[in-house]
């Protein structure tokens, strides 16, 4: 699996560095970096994540932080459920 710095991250999302540094802080609990040399790397997954932030701030009108948050953790949510079932399911065969 890609990992990305954050500088390679704020140039696939098109920011600058400071406003990806803002929204890794903001929305810290939904992402967790791999520590490599004292720098952090990020999934695609966590890029999947940014791009949905980006798309939800640019929106007219856009969403707020805590809408946000709270569409990233129902998500969150629904990944893990829907990981779980898998598990269950799995076991059944």
């Known amino acids: 699996m ?13 920011i600058q560095e400071s406003t990806l540094r803002y929204w890794l802080n903001s929305f810290d609990e939904f992402f967790s970096p791999l520590r490599n040399n004292n720098r952090n790397h990020y999934t695609v997954h966590d890029l999947y994540k940014l791009r949905i932030i980006q798309s939800m701030l640019s929106t007219k009108p856009k969403y707020s932080y805590k809408e946000i948050h709270r569409f ?3 998500m969150q949510n629904d990944l893990r459920n829907s990981e779980l079932l898998k598990d269950f399911l799995n076991k059944l065969k």
């Open 2 to 14: 890609k990992h990305y710095n954050q500088a390679q991250l704020a140039s696939e999302l098109r």
């Open 72 to 74: 990233l953790e129902n």
